[in-house]
């Protein structure tokens, strides 16, 4: 049986989210967690809490056995981005780009 979890629209970039979501995928979920709560990343946070989400999704289910679970998949897609300006010297402005992402957290029995 599978569980899983999905954070829309958080505000860190898919590029920087997926350094922290490669270490943990295929752990187990206490292993992942251990090493998410040492991690000093802004996506470790953010990673650690859709884990803790997708455990509590499947402690829902009686036929799952959560101090089984493992990572099965974890994915972290592209969101929109927001365009903002910055102004310059001279009358120009330069764009700021804030990509957003899309985090889903899949859990499996082993």
Avoid: C, F
Avoid at 14 to 30: F, H, I
């Amino acid at each position: 049986m599978e569980a899983r979890a999905v954070a829309r629209y958080i505000r860190v970039s898919p590029q920087k989210a997926r350094l922290v979501a490669d270490v943990v995928r295929g752990m187990e979920v206490d292993e992942a967690l251990n090493t998410l709560s040492v991690m000093p990343k802004k996506a470790a946070r953010i990673i650690k809490k859709v884990l803790e989400s997708a455990v509590a999704n499947a402690d829902q289910d009686p036929n799952i056995d959560v101090d089984t679970l493992y990572i099965k998949k974890i994915t972290v897609d592209q969101g929109p981005v927001l365009k903002r300006w910055k102004p310059r010297a001279m009358g120009r402005a330069y764009r700021i780009r804030h990509p957003l992402s899309h985090i889903t957290v899949v859990l499996d029995e082993a």
